[in-house]
């Protein structure tokens, strides 16, 4: 099965609030983590990247947060913003194999 | 740069027709890979390469070959199509950082492909 999950499939957020999506992994290995944001119909589109000895990095208006206690990662959108609304994907690498989750739908309300 | 480019952009085939997936990327990235997107799933790792003549499997390799004769391109061949195979594809390249895949990977536009 996949080794990385996102706790909820869809988020429906209002326009200036902050977003948090979740996403658990299961390989303590993995060393390595990436948000990705997809469009409809496009390519992934690369987020923000988190190491394993780090717990948080910030972006513009992104935060990543690592908790490799409980294998855990999230990520912030401040301010969310219409052109925010994607799939979004957590990502891990192990060696050379990136694994995905099976994505969250954000839909920004106006 | 173009970054990566795949073509086609979409493709229809029968059952048992072979076909070609182009994927090049013009970032000197030594690490280029495929991927599969089946509707509401996350990417499925095909196959991927750490450098010219050098492939690995990934997670779902069966029905396809590739090879990496350069830096710069990475074809997917499906020797018989089958309608399992209709998807979204997905190349993608990144630079390599010592041992593992430790920076972030960019994407093509992606081929969707239709087997009848």
């Known amino acids: 099965g996949e080794s990385v999950g996102l706790h909820l499939p869809t988020l429906s957020v209002q326009e200036g609030d902050n977003s948090i999506i979740n996403c658990a992994y299961s390989?303590?290995?993995?060393?390595?983590f990436i948000w990705y944001k997809q469009e409809s119909g496009k390519g992934p589109q690369f987020i923000i990247d988190?190491?394993?000895?780090?717990d948080k990095r910030q972006g513009q208006r992104v935060t990543v947060l690592l908790n490799k206690t409980v294998k855990h990662l999230s990520l912030q959108i401040a301010a969310t913003q219409p052109g925010d609304s994607a799939v979004y994907f957590c990502?891990?690498?192990?060696?050379?194999?990136?694994?995905f989750g099976a994505g969250t739908t954000v839909t920004v309300r106006a | 740069n173009a970054g990566v480019t795949q073509t086609p952009k979409f493709q229809v085939l029968k059952t048992g027709q072979s076909m070609t997936l182009q994927c090049a990327q013009d970032m000197n990235h030594e690490y280029m890979s495929w991927y599969r997107q089946d509707p509401g799933m996350g990417l499925r790792l095909i196959h991927y390469?750490?450098?010219?003549?050098?492939?690995d499997q990934g997670e779902v390799p069966n029905g396809y070959n590739v090879s990496r004769s350069t830096t710069e391109d990475f074809p997917l061949r499906l020797l018989s199509a089958a309608p399992s195979q209709t998807s979204v594809y997905f190349c993608?390249?990144?630079?390599?950082?010592?041992?593992?895949?430790?920076?972030?990977?960019?994407f093509g536009p992606g081929t969707r492909l239709l087997v009848l």
């Open positions: 990502a891990e690498s192990n060696d050379y194999k990136l694994s």
């Open positions: 390469s750490v450098g010219a003549g050098i492939t």
């Open positions: 993608a390249s990144s630079s390599q950082r010592g041992a593992k895949l430790q920076e972030t990977q960019y």
């Open positions: 390989n303590s290995a993995s060393d390595y």
């Open positions: 988190i190491r394993s000895n780090m």
